[in-house]
C-alpha cells in the first residue's frame, strides 16, 4: 500500500465518520450508510485514483439523491 492511499483512506474515513454522526443525528439513513461506506471501502481498493473517483462519488450520492429523487 502506497503512502498516498493511507492517507486518502484516512481523510475519506474522517469524512465518512462525519457523515455518519450527522445522518444519525438527522435521522437520515442515506447519508449515515454513505458514511459507513466512505469509511470502510479504501480498505478494499488498491488504486489511488479509484479511491478518490469512489469517494467523491459517495460524497456526492445524498445530494444527488435530494435532488433528482425527492
Given amino acids: ?3 498516498t492511499q493511507l492517507i486518502l483512506g484516512l481523510v475519506f ?3 465518512g465518520l462525519s457523515y455518519f454522526m450527522y445522518g ?3 435521522g437520515n ?3 449515515r450508510f454513505t458514511g ?4 470502510v ?7 489511488t485514483l479509484l479511491i478518490i473517483a469512489v469517494g467523491l462519488l459517495l460524497m456526492l450520492l445524498p445530494s444527488l ?3 433528482f429523487f425527492d
Fill in 24 to 26: 444519525k443525528k438527522r
Fill in 36 to 39: 459507513l461506506g466512505l469509511m
Fill in 29 to 31: 439513513p442515506l447519508v
Fill in 13 to 15: 474515513s474522517a469524512i
Fill in 41 to 47: 471501502y479504501p480498505y478494499f481498493i488498491d488504486s
Fill in 1 to 3: 500500500m502506497d503512502t
Fill in 65 to 67: 439523491y435530494g435532488r
